[in-house]
């Protein structure tokens, strides 16, 4: 029988502190993020795309069928739907069906949390500004949280004052964090900056990021699209999941380098290079540290195998 694990069983079982172990975990078994097999797009009539992303490592196959509708918000309906087929390695039989959106937001927050750990100051709270207001940002607000004290979450909405931003805020309140709403200049004098929006075209100005803070980046997987500018990328240390997908699909790099600002050596390092300590964080001082997440299947296979772990050994229990 395939167990079906949805949205709230996804919610119950993983947080994302527990997602990035095992990421984490994956990487150390000798996951190689450079040999994962490319996502596929399809071109959806209407506007939307429709994404394959297959992944094999170990014990276990799995392959996550995703569509983006950017009009889906408009109709009270998640941009992000899909599911995720999770495979027996050996045999190939489906052990388990995932709500694919729900796996989304879990495992990219998990990413950026597993960069955090080896990014991010440690021994004081922290000042987040966070873009977005939407699932991804409520999944790295929780991220955030689950490696770091917060000190301040500063929320910035395509409207500063609009009802996103503030039921946001508000949430985060709940948690225990000061939050309040702001603007894109409220990177200065930021030490994490989290930007998981929809946007093409850079968010705020990276000049006024300070030396030492940490962006993380993860709203686009497009080589013409990107969250953060060219003043930024061209000051910063760079962290990626994997060089080869980089340099594919991440328009925050991609554009600075065919504006002629930055060549392809300019990534400083990968997570599995932070997470085998090939190149401990955070990165050289005086620079912002920038980590750049386009997603890849490797992640959602890892995250999905733990999500089925979980939900096998709480029915033994």
């Known amino acids: 029988m395939i167990r079906q694990i949805g949205a709230a069983e996804t919610t119950a ?3 994302p502190a527990a997602a990035a172990d095992a990421l984490a975990a994956a990487l150390r078994a000798g996951l190689d993020p450079e040999a994962c097999p490319q996502r596929s797009a399809v071109a959806v009539p209407g506007g939307g795309e429709l994404l394959l ?4 490592q170990g014990a276990y196959a799995g392959v996550k069928v995703a569509g983006v509708a950017p009009g889906n918000p408009a109709r009270g ?4 739907t899909g599911s995720y087929l999770l495979l027996d390695g050996p045999t190939l039989r489906p052990v388990a069906l995932l709500d694919g959106a729900a796996l989304t ?33 409520y999944g790295h607000l929780e991220a955030a949280a689950a490696v770091r004290e917060l000190a301040e979450a500063v929320i910035v909405g395509r409207d500063p004052d609009g009802p996103g931003a503030k039921a946001l ?27 998981c ?11 006024l990021v300070a030396p030492g803070a940490v962006v993380v980046a993860v709203g686009s997987h497009e080589p013409d699209a990107r969250e953060t500018d060219t003043a930024l990328v061209r000051r910063s240390a760079v962290y990626v999941e994997a060089r080869s997908a980089a340099l594919r699909e991440a328009g925050d790099l991609l554009v ?62």
């Open 197 to 207: 929006t929809t946007a093409r075209t850079p968010l705020f100005d990276g000049r």
């Open 256 to 317: 600075p380098e065919a504006e002629g600002a930055i060549g392809p050596g300019h990534i400083t390092a990968t997570l599995a290079d932070l997470v085998a300590g090939r190149a401990p964080g955070p990165g050289p001082a005086g620079c912002p540290q920038l980590f750049k997440s386009v997603g890849m299947a490797w992640e959602d296979l890892a995250v999905a195998v733990a999500l089925y772990e979980a939900a096998r050994k709480n029915s033994e229990t």
């Open 105 to 137: 937001a879990l495992r990219t927050p998990a990413v950026s949390a597993l960069a955090l750990r080896h990014l991010a100051p440690a021994g004081r709270p922290l000042r987040l500004v966070l873009f977005g207001t939407g699932p991804q940002a």
């Open 13 to 15: 079982l993983l947080g």
């Open 77 to 80: 309906l998640p941009r992000i």
């Open 53 to 56: 992303m297959p992944a094999a």
């Open 169 to 195: 805020a508000e949430h985060a309140r709940t948690r225990g964090i000061p939050a309040r709403t702001g603007a894109a200049a409220d990177v200065d004098g930021a030490d994490l900056v989290v930007c």
